[in-house]
């Protein structure tokens, strides 16, 4: 499809804040600017959380923005655009109703007649490949095919833009790259009704194949951290060393926005979202990236290739790991430490101490919950109290996760125990 430049959608400034239980504001998007034109695929690459999926929302007229202006073809959205349709990872089809069904609930809806709902969905169904299954029901298909529904209810609106959440994410490999490519097919040869599509994906390799041109989020709050342009013909080819390139390049923008290797300063170190990795895991990657072929030094893409992880699985590992000091993210390469060599090279207790060492030093929550058990006389505390310190200024969700993830690397360092059933934490041995 010609790009035409014609703009399609505008967000200006866009901010969503939204309200925690205890009253304090919660920023999930913050200074969103960005133009969406005809005849272009714009993917968004981004951790969980960074709010990608609440733009999608703000762009369908499903969320009103806190802050900012949204415009369809120039006019405010207040409420969801007839042009707009929105593709879901979960699929989000009505199991009591048929393929065909499902495929005309957006028409049904937008008040067509039943002669041109029942034409224009047997078209849909038959372009996405399809046809001869209008009958079956959801429980009958196969995930690909669940999500080919999703897709042919989106298209039979012809939507202006279409919004893709993450759609291939919960399909095995080979059907996602099968349904990625029919799905391009349809674009290149102008059979898909739409005139942009705008992707969420965590699959680097995915927005680099799909998109003309890909926007890096940033988190807490969701921001547009970089905007890299894919100048390549389509179709694509993987082994095209311009296209390795770019994954590299998007790898390196998404590595610079994770934990710095640096303690954040006093105050606001209590208060750091902890990522999620189990201390098994990240001495997993640290073995791997110690043995050959990388010697202590990987390409990211490369090394999360090998170790068949995507974005939401390896940064936050190699962010835990920058965290504590064991390996630096430098560009689109991840660098053992000395202090992460002598981890690897460690076993058993000796391993734990290094490990207990570094969170003492690097992890400041740890710190606080040593003295406060130091300070209890029975060495122990609730989980409810520093889980209310923490949600003071984390979401709730946020908050419980950081907690866990700090229990989880304290027991492994033998630092603290924990009772989940009394929700209660313990030093570890009655430590002084």
């Avoid at 009253?23 to 695929?41: C, K, M, R, W």
């Avoid at 012809?158 to 993450?166: G, N, Q, S």
């Avoid at 990795?277 to 001495?283: E, K, L, T």
């Avoid at 996760?401 to 229990?407: C, P």
Wanted: charged share 20%.
């Amino acid at each position: 499809m010609v790009v035409t430049g014609t703009e399609i959608v505008r967000l200006t400034g866009i901010g969503k804040t939204f309200t925690r239980p205890g009253g304090q504001p919660l920023a999930v998007l913050e200074g969103v600017s960005l133009t969406l034109h005809e005849g272009e695929i714009v993917g968004i690459v981004g951790r969980s959380g960074s709010g990608k999926s609440t733009l999608l929302r703000v762009i369908a007229g499903l969320s009103e923005p806190s802050a900012g202006s949204a415009t369809y073809r120039g006019a405010p959205i207040a409420a969801p655009p007839p042009g707009v349709a929105m593709v879901f990872q979960s699929f989000a089809l009505l199991p009591w109703s048929t393929v065909l069904g499902n495929v005309e609930l957006g028409l049904q809806a937008l008040g067509t007649s039943r002669e041109e709902t029942r034409e224009r969905a047997m078209a849909a169904i038959d372009l996405i490949g399809l046809d001869g299954f209008e009958q079956a029901y959801p429980r009958e298909l196969s995930g690909g095919m669940r999500q080919r529904v999703g897709i042919a209810r989106a298209l039979v609106v012809h939507p202006d833009v279409l919004l893709m959440d993450e759609p291939f994410s919960a399909l095995d490999v080979l059907t996602a790259e099968a349904l990625r490519s029919e799905i391009l097919e349809l674009w290149s040869s102008g059979r898909l009704p739409t005139s942009v599509i705008v992707l969420v994906t965590h699959n680097i390799e995915e927005a680099v194949l799909m998109s003309d041109r890909v926007l890096v989020f940033a988190s807490r709050p969701g921001r547009v951290a970089a905007e890299v342009a894919i100048d390549l013909p389509q179709p694509r080819e993987r082994t095209d060393p311009r296209f390795g390139r770019l994954v590299e390049r998007l790898y390196s923008e998404l590595a610079g926005l994770t934990v710095p290797a640096a303690p954040v300063p006093a105050g606001g170190a209590l208060f750091r979202h902890l990522p999620h990795a189990s201390p098994g895991v990240m001495a997993g990657l640290l073995e791997a990236l110690a043995d050959r072929p990388y010697s202590g030094h990987a390409d990211l893409p490369v090394f999360a290739h090998s170790l068949r992880m995507e974005v939401d699985d390896l940064f936050p590992v190699a962010e835990a790991l920058q965290l504590l000091g064991f390996v630096r993210l430098e560009g689109g390469d991840v660098i053992l430490t000395g202090a992460g060599r002598r981890f690897e090279a460690a076993e058993g207790d000796d391993r734990k101490a290094l490990f207990a060492e570094a969170l003492v030093e690097r992890v400041a929550l740890v710190g606080r919950i040593l003295d406060l058990l130091r300070a209890s006389p029975d060495g122990r505390a609730p989980y409810a109290k520093l889980l209310g310190e923490l949600e003071e200024r984390l979401t709730p969700h946020a908050a419980d996760e950081t907690l866990r993830t700090a229990i989880t690397w304290s027991r492994y360092a033998e630092l603290v125990e924990y009772d989940d059933a009394a929700q209660m934490l313990g030093l570890e041995g009655r430590q002084a």
